[in-house]
C-alpha cells in the first residue's frame, strides 16, 4: 500500500479498511483472521505496520487477541470511523475510500445550491473518489467560505470531516442525504469511465456543525457498476 500527501497512515488506513469490512459483514463476529505474517504479506506491509493497526482495533473494541491462539474479530454494533458518515461502498461490500483531489478554489456560491452557512463564496473542491483502488465517484463538495479564508490543495485529507475537525475545529455531527438521477458533470476526467451528460445515480448532501448551522453541500455522482450507496440502521 502507498501513501500520498494527505492521506491517512498506512496503519490507519489497514485499520479502516477491516472496520468497513466488518460493518459490511464481510468479517464477522469471532472470525479468527490469518496469522499475522499471512495477514501482512497479502496487504503488501510490514507486520509492524499490521500489529499497529490490530492494536488500534483492539483499542476500538473490535478485535480480541487471544494469546497463542490469534486475532478474534469482535462485531460490535457502532464501529468508530473516520468514515462512519461515508455512505459508498463497493458492489460486494466494503472498500477502502481514498481521494484524488482535481482542484480547489473560492468561489461566488451556485444559486442552485440549497443555502448554506453565512458567506455570499464558498470554498469548492473536486475529487475522484476510489474504493480499494476502484474509480468509484466524482464528489463536488462546497465548505461554507466562512470557516477559512482559503483553503490549500496540499493541505487537505482524504477524510474532509476529519479535515475540519483538526483544521477549523468544525464537526460535522448531522447530514441529510437526497438520492437522485443525475448526469456526469462536464468536469468529469476521463479516469472516471462514464462521459459527461450520461445518466448516473447522485448524492446531495446537506451536512450541519455542531452548533445546527449548516456548513457544508455536497455533490456525488457514483458509478453503479462499482459500488452502491449503503445506510443502516442500528
Known sequence: MESRPGSLPIYLQITELLVRDIAAGRLVDREKLA??????????????TLRKALAELQSRGLLERVQGSGNYIR???????VYAMF??????GGGLP?????????????????????SPEG????????????????????LDGSYAPKILQ?????SLYLYYRTRFNLWIGRAEDRIDLDTVPDWAPPVFGQKPGAPIAHVLRVSEAQDGAVAEVSHTWFDHSV?????RLR
Open 35 to 48: 496469522p499475522e505474517r499471512d495477514m501482512a504479506a497479502q496487504l503488501g506491509i510490514a507486520v509492524g
Open 75 to 81: 462485531a460490535i454494533s457502532d464501529p468508530k470511523s
Open 87 to 92: 455512505r459508498l461502498e463497493l458492489i460486494q
Open 98 to 118: 481514498t481521494a484524488e483531489v482535481i482542484d480547489v478554489a473560492r468561489l461566488d456560491k451556485p444559486k442552485d445550491l440549497p443555502k448554506f452557512g453565512f
Open 123 to 142: 470554498h469548492r473542491i473536486r475529487r475522484v473518489r476510489r474504493l480499494s483502488g476502484q474509480v468509484a465517484a466524482l464528489e463536488e463538495i462546497w
Open 154 to 158: 496540499e493541505d487537505l485529507s482524504e
Open 227 to 231: 459500488a452502491r450507496y449503503v445506510s
